[in-house]
């Protein structure tokens, strides 16, 4: 497993954007498919997005798909998910993971894949 840490999140209003970041620390995001899940009040934890450790493939949930955006910036050592069009069900608490520690057994969808996992930020859209 690898250290994943978080930033961004935050409130907005219906229609509005948010974007959050993860990085690994010590680690390149390179070397590693990263993830964005959700988990809302009384949900399981859900699946949002993905990118392969090639970064040539990039998946997303059929909610998230034409308003965020999953992308890796190997400058910056970060993943980033650009969320636009926010929806109040979109409200839950997002998390970044990392393959280590995973399974590429499993599909890029399935938390089974990822073995190590951010802090959680909470997202909070308002109607």
């Known amino acids: 497993q690898v250290p994943v840490v978080q930033f961004g999140g935050g409130l907005v209003q219906a229609g509005g954007s948010l974007r959050l970041s993860c990085a690994l620390s010590g680690h390149t995001v390179r070397a590693y498919a990263m993830g964005w899940f959700r988990q809302a009040p009384g949900k399981e934890r859900e699946f949002v997005a993905a990118?392969?450790?090639?970064?040539?493939?990039?998946y997303y949930s059929y909610s998230a798909k034409g308003r965020f955006t999953i992308s890796r910036d190997n400058v910056k050592n970060m993943v980033d998910l650009q969320m636009n069009s926010l929806k109040p069900e979109d409200t839950a608490i997002y998390y970044c993971?990392?393959?280590?520690?995973?399974?590429?057994?499993?599909?890029?969808?399935?938390?089974?894949?990822?073995?190590?996992w951010g802090q959680g930020t909470q997202v909070t859209v308002s109607s």
């Open positions: 993971a990392a393959e280590p520690g995973g399974s590429d057994h499993y599909s890029y969808n399935s938390a089974r894949r990822f073995g190590s």
């Open positions: 990118v392969s450790r090639s970064g040539d493939n990039s």
